[in-house]
């Protein structure tokens, strides 16, 4: 794991591996400035707010700085992630240092980015920074919006824009990041456009720039781009005097199973999985003491749904103006699409379900999704993988979904208004409709090119051949096997979840070579009595007031409510390594009131019971 010490706000490091960060003279080398905001908005935003940004300005830039291992993964990722040490001048650092707020600092970034992070925080010297150095571009007045949004000027934040201010007739301000000017211009084409069609008065546009100076990035998968994002969209919504905004995003994107095989962790990017979106609301809402909301109105929706809303509001001529690619060094003037990008290929997908392929051309792409040559390098395996992907999820019954992927189990328990059945459901019919969607597509494709394809007149390292080839899209058989397999397995009881405890080594021990220890263990320790009590009389496994188990283990309530989270978040990998869909309440159990338990519905076992890691089976 790559090691590297960030110092901020100096201009020199003080040990030749470090690395120097400042967003301010001398050495300034971090660009932050918010255009386009009132002057009245200013005296709304806090100091502590202004840190904020400051950190994630830090964050995102030493990000883009440091580089991550190969692109394959060699040594089970052991290149891909990095130990990243902050040490950063805050005006509030009694805030910054206290431990909640690093505790979930460090997890939400951490999950986010599958880095290590440690932060140290000391007290900016004077003269502190001033915050006006940040909004260069004041206006006299600013109109009041019903919503604060975040825009990226790609499919899905249009279609949520328009959706919003075109079809339910809000008023909304976008806040747009951009680290070149290529992306600005495309976001204020979209913008210049929506009011010369008479939404004047419905929409706001904050541009924010945030970059590395001097330095150009060496890592470009930005893997902490939306802490950035979400930061930049809190600020501006207290400065409207709200509490909340929204991220659009469609659900399939929100989840972001990784397509390929060596695609694992962060390298599936987790930009607004429910789990980092409930981080950043919890890091937020503590920050502030006041509830903050981020609201993600597409959630639901796939991106051929997404894109439909575009048709719907009427503005589907704007379509071919939205960019999703993500190498904007290689967009020109007609063509802002390599068609090889992940983004690029789920964007032509959803557009050729969604039937709108008349208002984008596929002339607009550098590389044809069905029809192009892609034999070169490594750009066929990245379309093969996502129509590989779609086509073994339309097969796949509930309960393989469900306990399958690490970043479907890890979102389970984080959609505040559904159980975890509930959201398991949603998910399921989500992926299936956009997996039908994908077939849907190729299958129209073949019948389309089919006689080219039989003349062998399409390329064959295209995605079309090769799916032809391979066949990739298959006819269902007339047998109805596949649905009583899928109801069989669905109806198939949940495994039970067994656990030995060993209090000599102070661990509880799970199959596969999981275990809990340390302040882990002392919880589960605090709950196991009334557990075996129960087991023993054959009787209800009572709860344990909050008070009794912080008592037990040592600690205060809000400590024991922390610590709690991070062992429920250490058992996520069981749900992989033993094929059991978990949720908050699997191991341990919350109930309103009445306090914790371990759940009756585990079995402990004998230390020599538990089965040791398999050494033949693959890890992270």
Request: charged residues 25%; contains cysteine; hydrophobic residues 40%.
């Amino acid at each position: 794991m790559k090691r590297c010490l960030i110092e901020c706000g100096v201009p020199q490091a003080s040990e030749a591996d470090a690395l120097a960060m400042n967003v301010s003279e001398p050495g300034k080398n971090v660009n932050l400035r918010i255009d386009y905001i009132s002057r009245s908005m200013i005296g709304n935003i806090p100091d502590l707010l202004i840190d904020l940004l400051e950190v994630a300005a830090y964050v995102y830039c030493a990000d883009q700085r440091i580089a991550r291992g190969s692109a394959m993964l060699t040594n089970f990722g052991e290149d891909w992630r990095r130990s990243l040490t902050f040490s950063i001048p805050v005006r509030h650092p009694e805030v910054w240092q206290r431990a909640d707020v690093q505790e979930l600092l460090i997890d939400t970034l951490g999950f986010l980015s599958d880095d290590s992070y440690e932060f140290s925080f000391r007290k900016a010297e004077a003269p502190v920074q001033p915050r006006e150095l940040y909004f260069p571009e004041l206006l006299d007045a600013f109109q009041e919006n019903d919503e604060v949004a975040l825009f990226s000027g790609g499919v899905d934040s249009f279609a949520g824009a328009v959706n919003d201010i075109v079809t339910l007739g809000k008023s909304v301000t976008l806040v747009g990041h951009y680290s070149s000017t290529k992306v600005r211009n495309v976001q204020e084409e979209l913008i210049r456009d929506l009011r010369q069609r008479g939404y004047e008065r419905r929409v706001s546009y904050v541009p924010v720039w945030v970059s590395n100076e001097v330095a150009k990035p060496v890592e470009f998968t930005q893997r902490t781009r939306s802490f950035l994002f979400a930061c930049l969209g809190l600020v501006v919504a207290q400065m409207s005097g709200k509490n909340g905004f929204s991220f659009y995003e469609n659900g399939v994107v929100s989840i972001n199973p990784p397509l390929a095989g060596d695609v694992v962790g962060g390298r599936a990017t987790r930009t607004t999985h429910p789990k980092v979106l409930r981080g950043l609301e919890a890091l937020f809402s503590t920050l502030l003491d006041s509830e903050i909301e981020i609201r993600t109105p597409l959630q639901w929706l796939t991106k051929k749904e997404v894109t439909q809303k575009i048709a719907d509001a009427g503005v589907a001529d704007m379509l071919a103006a939205t960019v999703s690619c993500t190498r904007p060094r290689s967009w020109t003037v007609k063509q802002k699409h390599c068609g090889l990008c992940s983004q690029c290929i789920d964007r032509r997908f959803a557009i050729l379900a969604a039937g709108l392929e008349k208002f984008e051309p596929s002339q607009n792409y550098k590389r044809d999704l069905l029809l192009g040559d892609r034999s070169a390098d490594d750009e066929l395996r990245m379309a093969l993988s996502y129509v590989a992907f779609f086509r073994d999820v339309a097969a796949m019954p509930k309960a393989r979904f469900l306990s399958g992927f690490q970043q479907v189990i890890s979102a389970l328990d984080h959609f505040p208004d559904l159980s975890v059945d509930e959201a398991g459901s949603r998910l399921f019919e989500l992926f299936q409709r956009h997996a039908r969607s994908v077939e849907e597509v190729i299958a129209r494709a073949l019948i389309e090119h089919g006689d080219r394809l039989y003349r062998g007149e399409v390329p064959s390292g295209s995605l079309l051949a090769t799916c032809f080839t391979r066949d990739h899209v298959e006819i269902a058989p007339e047998s109805d096997y596949d649905r009583q397999a899928t109801d069989f397995v669905d109806k198939l009881s949940a495994p039970i979840l067994e656990f030995a405890v060993d209090h000599d080594a102070e661990q509880v021990l799970f199959h596969g070579g999981h275990l809990l220890e340390g302040a882990n263990y002392r919880f589960v320790n605090a709950l196991i009595e009334n557990f075996r009590k129960a087991k023993r009389t054959r009787s209800e496994v009572q709860f344990m007031p909050p008070h009794d188990v912080a008592d037990k283990i040592g600690i205060s309530e809000q400590s024991m409510r922390q610590q709690l989270r991070r062992l429920r978040d250490a058992l996520d990998p069981l749900a992989v390594m033993l094929g059991i869909p978990l949720d908050q309440d699997s191991f341990i159990e919350t109930k309103d009131r009445a306090g914790y338990r371990l759940n009756p519905a585990c079995r402990e076992i004998a230390l020599g019971d538990i089965h040791p890691p398999n050494p033949a089976a693959s890890q992270e």
